[in-house]
């Protein structure tokens, strides 16, 4: 069974802070993925990486870094946070040539 | 890029009645269209999907369509039971890697 686990269920972070969110599979999958779930809006891709040490910008990449040093580890960074990026952010993992996405139990952050 | 678009928003029905969920979505060249459902407080997970050569699947009470001349697909449920209130969200992809969700469906089943 998949599993993919993400650091924190709950994060709260004051403005200009440095935030970092994890994600961990334990499934050897090449692709993984950082979405951002807003009441209205579903799920907007902020970044996806489909092997170690590389990175695509998804649809809202502004204001978000990731770094993916280890195959079974992605980091989404906030470098400076701010109140509108308080959300729900959720992980996801997908083989190579596999469509299927397994979702991370999802953080949600509050920025103050 | 691509633009997806679900309706209705919101969505109840009494239990045992049937339920549909549309989307539409704007590239020709998506090819693979899944379904997910999230349950309150959980994650998203994938209940069912549908590439572009097909135009029907159906998986027990649960099916989904596809007209790719209109470029839409639908997901419908029957017989719907309180366990069938969640989140539904509908994607569309290209690649395969990036997917373009819809904005999630609330359907409520009301026993």
């Known amino acids: 069974d998949v599993k993919v686990t993400q650091s924190s269920r709950y994060l709260v972070k004051r403005t200009g802070e440095k935030v970092f969110l994890e994600c961990v599979q334990d499934m050897d999958h090449e692709n993984m993925f950082w979405y951002r779930q807003d009441p209205g809006l579903g799920l907007r891709l902020i970044y996806f990486s489909y092997d170690v040490k590389m990175k695509e910008k998804g649809d809202i990449p502004e204001g978000y870094s990731v770094s993916r040093e280890k195959k079974e580890r992605f980091s989404l960074i906030l470098e400076s946070a701010s109140t509108n990026q308080t959300s729900m952010y959720l992980c996801a993992s997908s083989l190579h040539g596999v469509e299927t996405q397994y979702f991370g139990p999802g953080t949600r952050l509050l920025v103050l | 890029g691509e633009n997806v678009e679900q309706h209705p928003s919101t969505l109840s029905v009494q239990e045992g009645d049937s339920a549909v969920i549309k989307c539409t979505y704007s590239?020709?060249?998506?090819?693979?269209f899944p379904w997910y459902k999230q349950e309150l407080g959980k994650r998203p997970q994938l209940i069912i999907d549908i590439r572009s050569n097909v135009g029907e699947k159906k998986d027990q009470r649960i099916a989904v369509t596809l007209n790719k001349t209109a470029k839409h697909f639908s997901l419908h449920i029957t017989e719907t039971q309180p366990e069938d209130s969640a989140v539904y969200f509908c994607a569309a992809s290209s690649t395969g890697n990036q997917f373009y969700f819809g904005t999630g469906t609330s359907l409520t089943v009301i026993p």
């Open positions: 590239d020709s060249a998506s090819n693979y």
